[in-house]
Protein backbone atom coordinates (compact mmCIF):
# COMPACT_ATOMS: atom_id res chain seq x y z
CA UNK A 1 0.00 0.00 0.00
CA UNK A 2 1.16 3.36 -1.06
CA UNK A 3 0.71 4.75 2.53
CA UNK A 4 3.08 2.32 3.94
CA UNK A 5 6.14 3.55 1.32
CA UNK A 6 5.57 7.12 2.23
CA UNK A 7 6.21 6.79 5.85
CA UNK A 8 9.15 9.39 6.82
CA UNK A 9 11.70 8.31 8.01
CA UNK A 10 11.05 4.71 8.77
CA UNK A 11 13.12 1.04 7.81
CA UNK A 12 10.69 -0.62 5.30
CA UNK A 13 10.28 -4.18 4.13
CA UNK A 14 8.52 -4.41 0.75
CA UNK A 15 7.84 -8.23 -0.22
CA UNK A 16 7.67 -8.30 -4.24
CA UNK A 17 5.87 -11.17 -5.01
CA UNK A 18 4.05 -10.41 -8.38
CA UNK A 19 3.72 -12.10 -11.78
CA UNK A 20 2.26 -14.84 -11.54
CA UNK A 21 -1.32 -14.47 -13.11
CA UNK A 22 0.80 -12.69 -15.45
CA UNK A 23 2.31 -15.52 -16.69
CA UNK A 24 -1.21 -17.25 -18.11
CA UNK A 25 -1.38 -14.72 -20.67
CA UNK A 26 -0.15 -14.48 -24.36
CA UNK A 27 2.63 -11.79 -23.01
CA UNK A 28 6.34 -12.89 -23.11
CA UNK A 29 8.72 -13.11 -19.97
CA UNK A 30 10.22 -9.85 -20.97
CA UNK A 31 7.24 -7.72 -21.10
CA UNK A 32 6.27 -9.18 -17.43
CA UNK A 33 9.47 -8.86 -15.97
CA UNK A 34 9.36 -5.30 -17.34
CA UNK A 35 6.48 -4.45 -15.85
CA UNK A 36 7.60 -6.19 -12.85
CA UNK A 37 10.54 -3.61 -12.77
CA UNK A 38 8.62 -0.29 -13.10
CA UNK A 39 6.72 -1.49 -9.93
CA UNK A 40 10.20 -1.42 -8.52
CA UNK A 41 10.78 1.93 -9.82
CA UNK A 42 7.28 3.25 -8.49
CA UNK A 43 8.30 2.05 -4.87
CA UNK A 44 12.23 3.59 -5.33
CA UNK A 45 10.42 6.90 -6.38
CA UNK A 46 8.12 6.81 -3.29
CA UNK A 47 10.79 5.54 -0.87
CA UNK A 48 13.35 8.29 -1.76
CA UNK A 49 14.48 10.45 1.31
CA UNK A 50 12.55 8.55 3.10
CA UNK A 51 14.99 6.16 4.73
CA UNK A 52 16.13 2.65 4.35
CA UNK A 53 14.37 -0.06 1.96
CA UNK A 54 14.52 -3.43 1.49
CA UNK A 55 12.82 -5.02 -1.41
CA UNK A 56 12.33 -9.19 -0.89
CA UNK A 57 11.71 -10.49 -4.78
CA UNK A 58 9.95 -13.44 -4.36
CA UNK A 59 10.82 -16.11 -7.20
CA UNK A 60 7.21 -17.47 -8.82
CA UNK A 61 6.31 -21.26 -7.80
CA UNK A 62 6.36 -23.91 -10.22
CA UNK A 63 3.22 -24.43 -11.45
CA UNK A 64 1.89 -29.14 -11.11
CA UNK A 65 1.44 -30.10 -14.52
CA UNK A 66 -2.48 -31.13 -13.06
CA UNK A 67 -3.80 -28.05 -12.66
CA UNK A 68 -6.23 -27.03 -15.34
CA UNK A 69 -4.19 -23.91 -16.33
CA UNK A 70 -0.30 -25.72 -16.48
CA UNK A 71 1.33 -25.82 -19.63
CA UNK A 72 4.67 -26.62 -20.51
CA UNK A 73 4.88 -22.76 -22.54
CA UNK A 74 3.64 -21.44 -19.51
CA UNK A 75 6.06 -23.00 -17.21
CA UNK A 76 8.68 -22.15 -19.33
CA UNK A 77 7.80 -18.66 -19.23
CA UNK A 78 7.77 -18.50 -15.67
CA UNK A 79 11.14 -20.18 -15.54
CA UNK A 80 12.44 -17.38 -17.49
CA UNK A 81 10.92 -14.61 -15.65
CA UNK A 82 12.55 -16.48 -12.46
CA UNK A 83 15.61 -16.28 -13.66
CA UNK A 84 15.22 -12.78 -14.23
CA UNK A 85 14.16 -11.95 -10.59
CA UNK A 86 16.99 -14.18 -9.51
CA UNK A 87 19.33 -11.96 -11.79
CA UNK A 88 17.86 -8.29 -11.10
CA UNK A 89 20.35 -5.50 -9.53
CA UNK A 90 19.04 -2.86 -7.42
CA UNK A 91 21.29 0.21 -7.25
CA UNK A 92 19.80 2.99 -4.67
CA UNK A 93 20.74 4.91 -2.26
CA UNK A 94 19.84 3.20 1.40
CA UNK A 95 18.43 0.47 -0.17
CA UNK A 96 19.05 -3.59 -1.49
CA UNK A 97 17.30 -6.03 -3.05
CA UNK A 98 17.27 -9.86 -2.01
CA UNK A 99 15.42 -12.85 -3.61
CA UNK A 100 13.26 -15.01 -1.83
CA UNK A 101 13.44 -18.28 -4.08
CA UNK A 102 10.62 -20.09 -3.52
CA UNK A 103 10.30 -22.00 -7.01
CA UNK A 104 11.50 -25.52 -5.08
CA UNK A 105 8.95 -25.56 -2.56
CA UNK A 106 6.15 -28.62 -3.43
CA UNK A 107 3.49 -28.55 -3.56
CA UNK A 108 0.79 -30.50 -1.28
CA UNK A 109 -0.97 -33.55 -2.78
CA UNK A 110 -4.33 -31.53 -1.86
CA UNK A 111 -3.36 -28.45 -3.22
CA UNK A 112 -4.89 -27.34 -6.73
CA UNK A 113 -1.10 -27.41 -8.41
CA UNK A 114 -0.97 -23.37 -8.24
CA UNK A 115 -2.07 -22.33 -4.29
CA UNK A 116 -0.46 -23.74 -1.82
CA UNK A 117 -1.84 -25.03 1.57
CA UNK A 118 -1.09 -24.75 5.18
CA UNK A 119 2.11 -26.73 4.59
CA UNK A 120 3.55 -25.30 1.89
CA UNK A 121 2.96 -21.51 2.68
CA UNK A 122 4.60 -22.94 5.83
CA UNK A 123 7.59 -23.36 3.43
CA UNK A 124 7.15 -20.50 1.94
CA UNK A 125 6.83 -18.34 4.85
CA UNK A 126 10.80 -19.55 6.28
CA UNK A 127 12.33 -19.31 2.87
CA UNK A 128 10.54 -15.11 2.52
CA UNK A 129 11.99 -14.87 6.59
CA UNK A 130 15.25 -15.98 5.89
CA UNK A 131 15.95 -13.71 2.67
CA UNK A 132 14.56 -10.81 4.92
CA UNK A 133 17.02 -11.72 7.69
CA UNK A 134 19.46 -11.92 5.19
CA UNK A 135 19.18 -8.66 3.44
CA UNK A 136 18.67 -6.89 7.02
CA UNK A 137 21.90 -8.68 8.17
CA UNK A 138 23.76 -7.47 5.15
CA UNK A 139 22.17 -4.00 5.48
CA UNK A 140 21.55 -1.09 2.68
Given at each position: ??????????H???????????????????????R????I????Q?????????I?????P???????????????????????????Q???????Y?????????????????????????????????A?????V???
Open positions: PRAGLLVNPSTIVLYWIGLNDTSRSDSATEIFNWKMGDQIMLRAGRGRTLVGVTLRIRSDYSGYSRDRQTKQDAVNAMIRGYLSAPHARVVADIESVPHDSNDDGLHFMATGYRSVEMIVRQIINGLAGP
